[in-house]
Each structure stands twice: as structure tokens, then as C-alpha cells.
């Protein structure tokens, strides 16, 4: 009997740190902005936003940043998304001076890459 009390007990401590060593990977979007012919465009602000036009935009999820020498932004939505949260968000892109190029697909823990073209 006090074997198998230990046995249960060390499979329970096993069990229990296995699962308290995950770690949330990130959650990132990258915009690339490149130009009519393909050139890769620094400086430009580009801004992540939701509107579906019918509800109130959700601020949160709002983030403006410009790119640097490669065309690229970054954004990291680490503090929005929780662990366990099915899908995560869709996103209208605006490059300099709102206009609307496109549409991000954020999936949970990855880094998701789009590029539009201005």
C-alpha cells in the first residue's frame, strides 16, 4: 500500500509540473509595405484596427506603427491574447492617410506576415 502511495504521489508531481512548463508563444502580425513595383517602402505608418461597421471599434485591438528600412511593421498582441482563446483576431490594415490596403488574419501564438502593396 505504501508503495503504490508513492508511486501515485510521484506521478501526480510528474503530472502537475509538466503542465504548469508551458509557456505562451507570441502573438505577432508583420506588414510589409512595398510599393507598384515591389520596393519595399520605410517610413510608412501603418495601422491595425478592427471595424466590422456595425458594432464599436475595439480600441484594444488598435495599434499604429511605422516600418523600417525593409517596408516592415510589427505588432505584438501578447497582452491581448490569453492561453486557451480560440482564434484570436481579423484586422483592417491602413497605410499613411487611412487607406485601406488589406486584411490581417492574427492566429494565436504564431507570427502572421502579410505585405500590401500602396
Known amino acids: 500500500m505504501r508503495k503504490l502511495s508513492l508511486v501515485l504521489f ?3 508531481v510528474v503530472l502537475f509540473s509538466l503542465n504548469s512548463c508551458y509557456k505562451k ?3 505577432i502580425a508583420r506588414v ?3 510599393d507598384s513595383a515591389g520596393v519595399p517602402v520605410g517610413g510608412a505608418s501603418v495601422k491595425l484596427y478592427y471595424d466590422n461597421g456595425t458594432e464599436p471599434p475595439r480600441e484594444n485591438l488598435e495599434q499604429t506603427n511605422s516600418t523600417d528600412g525593409t517596408g516592415m511593421a ?3 498582441y501578447n497582452d491581448l491574447f490569453k492561453s486557451g482563446q480560440a482564434g484570436f483576431a481579423i484586422l483592417d490594415i491602413d ?5 485601406k490596403v488589406g486584411i ?3 492566429e494565436e501564438e504564431q507570427t502572421t506576415e502579410v505585405t500590401v502593396a500602396i
Open 10 to 12: 510521484t506521478l501526480s
Open 32 to 34: 510589409t509595405v512595398v
Open 104 to 106: 490581417i488574419r492574427i
Open 74 to 76: 510589427t505588432f505584438n
Open 95 to 99: 497605410v499613411d492617410a487611412n487607406t
Open 25 to 27: 508563444k507570441d502573438t
